[in-house]
Protein backbone atom coordinates (compact mmCIF):
# COMPACT_ATOMS: atom_id res chain seq x y z
CA UNK A 1 0.00 0.00 0.00
CA UNK A 2 0.92 3.14 -0.73
CA UNK A 3 -0.35 7.11 0.47
CA UNK A 4 -0.03 10.07 -2.65
CA UNK A 5 -0.33 13.29 -1.88
CA UNK A 6 -2.62 15.57 -4.26
CA UNK A 7 -3.09 19.15 -4.53
CA UNK A 8 -4.74 19.32 -7.67
CA UNK A 9 -5.81 16.70 -10.74
CA UNK A 10 -3.55 14.25 -10.63
CA UNK A 11 -3.61 11.30 -13.18
CA UNK A 12 -2.37 7.66 -10.69
CA UNK A 13 -2.98 5.63 -13.05
CA UNK A 14 0.19 4.23 -13.18
CA UNK A 15 0.60 3.55 -9.67
CA UNK A 16 -2.44 0.82 -8.87
CA UNK A 17 -5.53 -0.48 -9.59
CA UNK A 18 -7.35 -0.70 -5.67
CA UNK A 19 -8.25 2.74 -3.92
CA UNK A 20 -8.42 1.75 -0.36
CA UNK A 21 -8.87 5.09 1.48
CA UNK A 22 -8.95 8.63 0.83
CA UNK A 23 -8.98 12.10 2.64
CA UNK A 24 -9.18 15.69 1.58
CA UNK A 25 -9.96 19.11 3.09
CA UNK A 26 -10.93 21.96 1.42
CA UNK A 27 -8.33 25.04 1.70
CA UNK A 28 -9.58 28.40 0.49
CA UNK A 29 -12.65 28.76 2.32
CA UNK A 30 -14.97 27.94 -0.99
CA UNK A 31 -16.84 24.76 -1.98
CA UNK A 32 -14.85 22.59 -3.87
CA UNK A 33 -15.78 19.07 -6.21
CA UNK A 34 -13.43 15.95 -6.73
CA UNK A 35 -14.32 13.08 -8.90
CA UNK A 36 -12.12 9.84 -8.27
CA UNK A 37 -12.65 8.84 -12.23
CA UNK A 38 -11.50 5.15 -13.94
CA UNK A 39 -8.42 5.96 -15.93
CA UNK A 40 -8.74 9.63 -17.22
CA UNK A 41 -10.62 12.94 -17.19
CA UNK A 42 -13.32 11.39 -18.66
CA UNK A 43 -13.22 7.97 -17.47
CA UNK A 44 -16.60 6.93 -15.35
CA UNK A 45 -16.82 8.76 -12.07
CA UNK A 46 -16.71 6.18 -9.58
CA UNK A 47 -16.36 8.40 -6.06
CA UNK A 48 -18.05 12.02 -6.48
CA UNK A 49 -16.80 14.43 -3.13
CA UNK A 50 -18.47 17.59 -2.23
CA UNK A 51 -16.31 19.76 0.38
CA UNK A 52 -18.03 22.66 1.65
CA UNK A 53 -16.19 25.89 2.67
CA UNK A 54 -13.71 24.71 5.18
CA UNK A 55 -14.64 21.10 5.07
CA UNK A 56 -12.62 17.72 5.18
CA UNK A 57 -14.22 14.21 4.33
CA UNK A 58 -12.65 10.70 4.09
CA UNK A 59 -13.37 7.50 2.82
CA UNK A 60 -11.79 4.14 3.64
CA UNK A 61 -12.92 0.82 1.54
CA UNK A 62 -12.17 -2.66 3.47
CA UNK A 63 -11.35 -5.25 3.56
CA UNK A 64 -8.64 -5.34 1.18
CA UNK A 65 -8.51 -5.62 -1.84
CA UNK A 66 -10.63 -2.56 -2.06
CA UNK A 67 -12.38 -0.20 -4.12
CA UNK A 68 -11.02 -1.67 -7.85
CA UNK A 69 -10.55 0.74 -10.99
CA UNK A 70 -9.88 -1.53 -14.29
CA UNK A 71 -8.14 1.37 -15.80
CA UNK A 72 -6.22 2.97 -12.53
CA UNK A 73 -7.52 5.47 -10.23
CA UNK A 74 -7.80 9.18 -12.22
CA UNK A 75 -8.36 12.35 -9.22
CA UNK A 76 -10.06 15.12 -10.99
CA UNK A 77 -10.51 18.64 -9.21
CA UNK A 78 -13.31 19.97 -10.60
CA UNK A 79 -13.23 23.33 -8.38
CA UNK A 80 -11.88 24.90 -5.60
CA UNK A 81 -9.04 24.45 -3.47
CA UNK A 82 -8.22 20.88 -2.23
CA UNK A 83 -5.06 18.75 -0.20
CA UNK A 84 -5.16 15.32 0.64
CA UNK A 85 -3.97 11.56 -0.21
CA UNK A 86 -5.24 8.27 -1.79
CA UNK A 87 -3.60 5.61 -0.84
CA UNK A 88 -3.74 2.96 -3.63
CA UNK A 89 -2.19 -0.44 -4.31
Known amino acids: ?3 YP ?3 TTDLTTKG ?6 H ?3 TAAATAQ ?3 RNGSVSGDIVVPIR ?4 DSKGGAYAPVPGFVFPNGVYLHVVSGAVR ?5 I
Open 1 to 3: MAY
Open 6 to 8: VTA
Open 17 to 22: KRLLSW
Open 24 to 26: FEE
Open 34 to 36: VLI
Open 51 to 54: LAAS
Open 84 to 88: GSLDI
